[in-house]
C-alpha cells in the first residue's frame, strides 16, 4: 500500500517540477506544456490525497472493530465462582 503511494507521489512531483523548470526557462512558447505538467501534478497530488484518506478511514474502520470486538468479549466473560466461605462471609 505505501509502495502504490509512493508511485503515485513521485510521478506527478516530478511532472510538477519539470513544468515549473520549463514555464520559467523558456517563458511564452512552452507555456502549454508547463500547464499540462502543471495539471498532472495536481492530478497525482489528488489522487495522492484520496489514497491517504481511504487509507486513514480503513485504519479507523480497524481500530473501532477492535474496540468493539474487546469491550464485547469482555462483557461476556463468565465472573469466577467465588468460593462458599466467601460468599457465606459477604450474606
Do not use: C
Amino acid at each position: 500500500m505505501f509502495g502504490d503511494l509512493i508511485e503515485l507521489v513521485v510521478p506527478g512531483a516530478g511532472w510538477l517540477a519539470l513544468g515549473v523548470v520549463v514555464g520559467t526557462a523558456f517563458g511564452d512558447r512552452l507555456r502549454p506544456v508547463a500547464k499540462q505538467a502543471i495539471k498532472i501534478g495536481l492530478t497525482v497530488a489528488e489522487r495522492f490525497q484520496e489514497a491517504t484518506a481511504e487509507a486513514y478511514e480503513r485504519g479507523q474502520d480497524l481500530v473501532a472493530e477492535a474496540r468493539h470486538e474487546r469491550a464485547n468479549s469482555s462483557a461476556k466473560k463468565p465472573r469466577p465462582a467465588q468460593p462458599a466461605a466467601r460468599r457465606r462471609a459477604r450474606a
